[in-house]
């Protein structure tokens, strides 16, 4: 499954931005999504989750991201989304969403949990 993220760019302090990733030809539906990021000489990092539409699409973030960063998903446009508020320089890094098809629980919060993985999108953020 080829996964594309875009909405990626260079933004200012305090600037919101929404990321997006589809699956051209495939539905997601059927798929757990997971956002991640990975800054220069770091290593990548969960951002946030949503389960599969079938089993009530909720949400999972880790305490770091929960409030600032929404996931969401339009399964009529088979796309997942990234809602990031009040960024920061911080948070400048190479955005990457993922999915796997995961039959419970939460999608999962490493990088071994998911099975495909889009190319990733840049997000920088000046002061």
């Known amino acids: 499954v080829q996964l594309q993220a875009s909405g990626g760019g260079l933004v200012q302090a305090g600037d919101s931005l929404r990321l997006s990733c589809e699956a051209p030809g495939r539905t997601f539906i059927n798929y757990n999504a997971g956002w991640f990021r990975q800054a220069p000489g770091k290593e990548r990092e969960f951002i946030g989750g949503?389960?599969?539409?079938?089993?009530?699409?909720?949400?999972y973030y880790t305490d770091s991201s929960r409030g600032r960063f929404t996931v969401s998903r339009d399964n009529a446009k088979n796309t997942v989304y990234l809602r990031m508020n009040s960024l920061s320089p911080e948070d400048t890094a190479v955005y990457y969403c993922?999915?796997?098809?995961?039959?419970?629980?939460?999608?999962?919060?490493?990088?071994?949990?998911?099975?495909?993985w889009g190319q990733g999108t840049q997000v920088t953020v000046s002061s």
């Open positions: 949503i389960r599969r539409s079938g089993s009530g699409g909720r949400t």
């Open positions: 993922a999915i796997n098809n995961r039959p419970s629980g939460s999608p999962g919060y490493t990088m071994s949990d998911y099975i495909y």
